[in-house]
């Protein structure tokens, strides 16, 4: 059998999946970090006197340095690579989750919600550079579905750790961000143990390397600042994350008092509607990779594949329409996390865009980009929902309604800006 025909077949080697397993970690861990607050805002909004525009402020301070954070640590990790560069994220979140625990005003809140944010900004660059390090074109999309479900597996073991600490070990909450922050010193030393990329890594067989390495030669290595903020592609992407990152910060954010609002539940108590919620957009992040994988691999375009299953994951949003005139929560449940899996899906083929276009050493800067217009977009999302809670009393209609256009817009907006998804080849 020739190369070409060895690497046309998946290879019985699947150490590129011990990778994705210590990323769906990582992300975990990511997740904890930045949800824990969204779960303890109830009670802390009461013992601290926030109101629904203070709230606001705090997570659009996050959202700011999330933002901002991102242009920095994309730069960062082509730079220095995914191993350097994540490591150093997870360094600067770590500090900025502990920092929670020392923090008595809104003033001090925003200043920790500022450092997580920043270091929090490096977990997506760093995942889909790896995983274009790590997987061919035709399996990536594929591999970032299973770890951007991570980010609900972390949502869901948020309140769990935090009662284990709280009820079990008898821990105050600040004390609760200060032990918690454990997680990211553990996650850093198995980071900087055990990755590398494939050829220096020495645990992965020729057959699986040619696997890894089919896909054509770049014929170029990498494109700086200057160029790539020129190139329609680009903006592609970032547009696309513009509208719909808002959607899911939305959801990280605000759900918990949604639910506390509305339905009069503690989600940090009853954990069965968010574990629901939660395990439906794993489905789809997981089925949405798949699927644009799967057409890929039966011979359709990259854009033929990114756009078809993102138009369908945007179908799947539509039933948040409905969400706030129902009385029944469990069939809200239902309802938000089929929306959730929709966006889930939407994120995992989106993420795999840039790569698709894109040389590897250019991928975490063009992440930075769509980032920071994520990044941006949450937080005029974050403080537009806090003036519209305390303008109409707590109604989520508007808000609701204004999540189910975006992802056709943002899919339009692809369309427009790269028709073909085109590989850029010229610097």
């Known amino acids: 059998m020739t ?4 690497a046309s077949v998946q290879p019985a080697g699947r150490y590129r999946w011990t990778i994705i397993a210590l990323l769906f970690l990582a992300t975990t861990v990511n997740y904890i970090d930045r949800t824990m607050l969204g779960l303890l805002a109830p009670d802390l909004g009461k013992e601290l006197g926030w109101s629904e525009d203070d709230y606001g402020n705090i997570v659009t301070a996050f959202q700011a340095a999330y933002a901002l954070g991102f242009l920095f640590m994309g730069w960062l990790i082509d730079k220095f690579g995914p191993k350097i560069g994540y490591a150093i994220a997870i360094a600067i979140w770590t500090v900025g989750h502990i920092a929670h625990g020392f923090a008595s005003s809104v003033t001090s809140f925003m200043a920790a919600r500022v450092v997580l944010g920043v270091g929090e900004a490096g977990h997506f660059p760093s995942v889909v550079r790896a995983s274009s390090e790590w997987f061919p074109q035709k399996e990536r999309a594929y591999a970032i579905g299973w770890v951007n479900s991570a980010t609900t597996i972390g949502v869901i073991l948020t309140a769990p750790t935090i009662a284990l600490l709280m009820v079990s070990f008898g821990l105050d909450w600040r004390e609760t961000f200060i032990y ?5 010193v553990v996650l850093l030393a198995m980071w900087w143990w055990h990755y590398s990329n494939p050829r220096e890594s020495g645990k992965v067989s020729e057959a699986e390397l040619a696997w890894i390495e089919h896909d054509p030669p770049e014929k170029i290595d990498q494109i700086g600042w200057s160029r790539l903020v020129r190139k329609r592609e680009a903006w ?7 509208l719909t990152d808002p959607v899911w910060f939305l959801m990280l954010f605000w759900l918990p008092k949604y639910f506390s609002s509305t339905y009069d539940v503690d989600l940090k108590v009853v954990l069965l509607p968010m574990i629901i919620m939660y395990l439906l957009s794993d489905v789809g992040s997981i ?5 644009s994988s799967r057409l890929i691999q039966k011979g359709r375009t990259p854009n033929f594949a990114r756009k078809v299953t993102m138009l369908l994951s945007g179908c799947c ?3 948040l329409l409905f969400v706030t005139g129902i009385e029944n929560m469990w069939l809200a449940v239902v309802l938000i996390g089929i929306a959730l899996a929709g966006h889930q899906s939407f994120s995992s083929n989106l993420l795999s865009i840039p790569p698709d276009m894109f040389p590897k050493r250019a991928v975490g800067s063009a992440i930075g980009l769509g980032g920071f217009a994520g990044g941006v977009g949450g937080m005029i999302m974050a403080k537009s ?5 305390d ?3 707590g109604n989520y209609t508007l808000i609701f309604a204004a999540c189910t256009v975006v992802y056709f817009l943002a899919v339009l907006s692809i369309h427009l800006l790269s028709p073909r998804l085109a590989r850029v080849e010229e610097v």
């Open 3 to 6: 190369a070409t025909e060895t």
């Open 180 to 184: 918690s922050g454990l997680f990211g």
């Open 236 to 242: 592609a992407f970032a547009s696309a994350k513009f």
């Open 287 to 291: 089925a949405g990779g798949w699927l």
């Open 317 to 319: 949003v539509l039933p």
């Open 385 to 389: 929902t806090g003036l519209v809670l």
């Open 391 to 393: 303008a109409t009393g």
